[in-house]
């Protein structure tokens, strides 16, 4: 059988009618209905390293599903379902609750308590039915006939379910209040005193390698002691605190922190380095681009994470050509994958096939300069920036004419590898798909930004022919780049030159990252802050990703015409880089005000993208099927809104601090307290145009400007 393309398989709806609840720790993610049950011939189950363990996870009280009330999820890994059980035939109440305490980390556990409410004694009996298939992820997100499924046993009260694939992986389940066992089945059949309670706490333990991994929490331990907790409390004692007046901005900002901290991934090889995993479901691994943005954007919360974030990203660069899984030397990596299949679909657990992860990782190194990371630190990973560079030059302009192209080395590889990479995510105007190669604006912008941001570098370091070098290459594309990209008559960039070095000319919110990696000329931005305000553009929730205008607009597809939070707060950073444009600042504070009322219909979280239809068509937006919640760039797209219109720029080892304040007028005041830059903690308040700080030593350069 001829593989399909990597990742080319359209994920499959993880909502039911009932809704979907996502809990995540790290590598660990479990999806099921808002009742707790995990329904198999679903893409819901518990995951573990890229591989779905539990795919069936049903509890029936007196042979019937409990009957639903709510669930409360305080932090992305935990959350209490509450139920009760379903009223006699006749009557319209029940007095006995049902709970379903859950808890993810390296494994599972629930602990479920039934409460009787009523005046006399009451029998209940629960059955647990639990079964596994060991699918990779790429098999369950697609929708794929499922793996090989599991053998179940019984050991004693214990349950054990083994890959019948490969038996040096598996699951046991094990529970206290003496359950009677069978293979697949746990059952209790109790008597609940009247006022009482009874409960029991069942765990699901991974073994991966014949050996059993050790759950990030304990028997009997309260949550807030478990593992996860730890991790988050850790989290937020060395991450900044933000604040603000605007309730709805300071409820998405608490779920943004929240999510970050679950969303990251320590290398224990490596005395725990964080890198923050992409998102839930089908992302929670290590993305070149999407850990790289979002690392950039959570900056103002913590520099630990970009750090950690490049060390790893620098340690699994390419070293050698390898067609199969598109390495090469110097690139950085796209994804990194530990499921089953992953040899199959990917050639091995490591696939490099991205254009614009190689930039970002420089422009990354040098804001974390500024940002106040080590000298040491820094200068251990110019090799890898060089690196990064050199690729840009040898593999990623393979025709010389100075710009960043890519083509996919074989028939598996992503068809398209900038941030839209979606099959049918790059087209003109008319709808045409591109041809390849494909030089992208966006990737052009950002690797004028990294040749600049390595001649910076140079300077700090005493490199002054690496600094001229880096500044002629970034200027010289940037002239370039103006001729070849824009286009007069329609007033915007080309979102790309196809194969035959013809322009793309669909307006699309690509356009807007040009405008963050400062590669667009101000008579030229002036014109485009025109036309991204247009109705084309702008949904009234965030900016489209494709104008309304073309030939493939659809508000309910991926790439043309949905909004993703990330680009939006990328096209606000860019709009208030050209602050002094008209047009430019009340554009981002209405693209910003549009999102946050967006999150606040979701709930306080910003989903990875949603549908693009016009607010004055569907009010509250409309959710985008298989989009994934919590993700991380979404996640941390709120902190890039605060820090852009802050204007917070820092550089540390020039003792330079700016805040030029572009506040919304109903974010009130915004606060940022025990903001870490270098060896400093500094506060930072602002309130419209108007900033102050506290905390800054004599000798360095404080600007505050409106």
Not at 122 to 131: F, G, K, P, R, S
Not at 454 to 469: G, H
Not at 665 to 683: A, I, K, M, P, Y
Request: charged content about 20%; overall charge negative; aromatic content about 8%.
């Amino acid at each position: 059988m001829t593989p399909e393309a990597f990742n080319a398989g359209e994920p499959v709806p993880v909502t039911s009618a009932g809704g979907t609840v996502t809990l995540v720790e790290g590598s660990t993610f479990c999806l099921s209905g808002t009742n707790g049950d995990i329904q198999p011939g679903t893409s819901q189950g518990l995951f573990f390293r890229d591989a779905r363990l539990v795919s069936r996870w049903e509890l029936r009280l007196d042979g019937q599903s409990p009957h639903p009330l709510s669930v409360i999820s305080p932090e992305a890994f935990a959350a209490q379902f509450v139920l009760r059980r379903n009223p006699k035939p006749g009557q319209a109440d029940s007095t006995l609750l049902l709970v379903r305490e859950r808890l993810v980390g390296d494994g599972l556990r629930e602990t479920i308590t039934l409460r009787n409410l009523g005046r006399e004694n009451t029998v209940a009996t629960l059955t647990l039915h639990v079964d596994a298939d060991f699918s990779d992820l790429f098999a369950v997100k697609e929708g794929r006939p499922a793996h090989g499924g599991a053998d179940a046993t019984v050991a004693g009260s214990e349950l054990l379910l083994r890959d019948r694939s490969d038996g040096s992986r598996g699951l046991s389940v094990s529970a206290t209040a003496d359950p009677l066992a069978a293979p697949g089945v746990l059952n209790w059949r109790v008597v609940v005193p009247a006022r009482g309670e009874w409960s029991t706490e069942i765990v699901v333990q991974p073994t991966v390698g014949n050996r059993r991994v050790r759950p990030q929490f304990d028997r009997g331990e309260e949550v807030e002691a478990s593992g996860p907790a730890r991790k988050i409390r850790a989290w937020r004692d060395v991450s900044t605190m933000i604040a603000a007046d605007d309730p709805v901005l300071t409820q998405v900002l608490q779920r943004t922190e929240s999510d970050l901290g679950a969303l990251q991934i320590h290398d224990s090889s490596q005395d725990g380095r964080p890198f923050v995993a992409a998102g839930a479901p089908w992302f929670m691994t290590l993305f070149g681009r999407d850990s790289l943005l979002t690392a950039w954007m959570a900056l103002p919360l913590d520099v630990g994470l970009a750090l950690g974030t490049l060390e790893t990203l620098a340690e699994l660069q390419g070293k050698r050509v390898d067609p199969l899984t598109e390495e090469e030397p110097g690139r950085i990596l796209h994804e990194l994958r530990l499921g089953p299949d992953s040899d199959q679909v990917l050639g091995g657990s490591h696939y490099y096939g991205t254009v614009d992860a190689s930039p970002l990782f420089v422009m990354l190194l040098a804001e974390c300069w500024r940002w106040g990371a080590g000298e040491t630190a820094v200068r251990a990973l110019l090799p890898a920036a060089d690196a990064a560079l050199e690729w840009l030059e040898r593999y990623g302009d393979r025709d010389g004419d100075g710009f960043v192209e890519y083509r996919r080395a074989t028939d598996r590889g992503l068809l398209n590898q900038g941030w839209k990479d979606s099959f049918d995510g790059i087209n003109d105007a008319a709808g045409r798909l591109a041809t390849t190669p494909i030089a992208l604006c966006e990737v052009q912008g950002y690797a004028y930004a990294a040749w600049l941001a390595r001649a910076e570098l140079a300077d700090a370091f005493n490199d002054p022919a690496t600094s001229a070098r880096c500044r002629e290459r970034a200027e010289r594309l940037r002239e370039r780049f103006a001729e070849a990209f824009w286009l007069p008559e329609q007033g915007w960039y080309a979102v790309a030159l196809d194969g035959r070095k013809q322009p793309l000319d669909a307006l699309t919110s690509n356009t807007a990252h040009c405008l963050w990696s400062g590669i667009a000329t101000d008579e030229h931005a002036a014109v485009l802050i025109e036309r991204l305000s247009r109705p084309e553009m702008d949904s009234g929730y965030g900016l489209r990703t494709l104008s309304s205008a073309m030939g493939a607009y659809n508000p309910m597809s991926y790439h043309n015409g949905s909004v993703w939070p990330h680009d939006t707060a990328i096209a606000v950073a860019g709009l208030l880089r050209y602050a002094h444009l008209p047009g430019a600042v009340d554009l981002a504070q209405r693209l910003a005000t549009g999102l946050l009322d967006a999150a606040a219909s979701f709930g306080g979280r910003l989903p990875e993208l949603f549908c693009g239809f016009s607010r004055s068509e569907f009010s509250p937006p409309i959710p985008y099927p298989t989009s994934c919640s919590p993700q991380a760039w979404a996640s941390a797209a709120p902190l890039l809104l605060v820090r852009s219109f802050l204007g917070l720029e820092p550089h540390v080892p020039q003792h330079r601090l700016v805040v030029r304040p572009h506040l919304p007028g109903q974010w009130g005041r915004v606060r940022l307290s025990d903001l870490r830059l270098g060896e400093l903690t500094v506060h930072v308040e602002a309130d419209h145009e108007v900033a102050k700080v506290r905390g800054l030593p004599e000798g360095w350069d404080l600007r505050l400007a409106g």
